[in-house]
């Protein structure tokens, strides 16, 4: 199965800047998107970005121009760079990846278990 463990969250101020990162091990067979999604309390779990294998990235209208999402494949690891941080953007802040665990079986995805992001004067 395919482990993802994010990183990076915590406490800042308003227009301050975090990374996220968020690895993936186990028995990964092959990996195509990756992407963070957040989920603010009493809120909807909403997509912030997404990045293919092959680099195409994909934005909530809400974090672009501010936000930019990244990969190492080699590391298969996958990062966000938040900057100009706004209290909207508290959340938890979770990992997904789009993986198969061996060539038998369908692409599907898989969750961390989520990262505090707190921006708050």
């Known amino acids: 199965q395919v482990h993802l463990v994010e990183s990076g969250g915590g406490l800042v101020q308003p227009g301050g800047s975090l990374r996220l990162s968020c690895a993936a091990s186990g028995s990964i067979f092959s990996i195509n998107a990756m992407g963070w999604y957040r989920q603010a309390p009493g809120k909807q779990r909403e997509l912030v970005a997404l990045?293919?294998?092959?680099?195409?990235?994909n934005y909530a209208d809400s974090v672009k121009g501010r936000f930019t999402i990244s990969r190492d494949n080699a590391k298969n690891t996958v990062y966000l760079q938040m900057n100009s941080l706004k209290p909207e953007d508290t959340a938890v802040y979770y990992c997904?990846?789009?993986?198969?665990?061996?060539?038998?079986?369908?692409?599907?995805?898989?969750w961390g278990q989520g990262t505090q992001v707190t921006v708050s004067s």
């Open positions: 990045i293919t294998s092959g680099g195409s990235t």
């Open positions: 997904n990846t789009q993986a198969q665990v061996s060539s038998l079986v369908y692409l599907r995805n898989y």
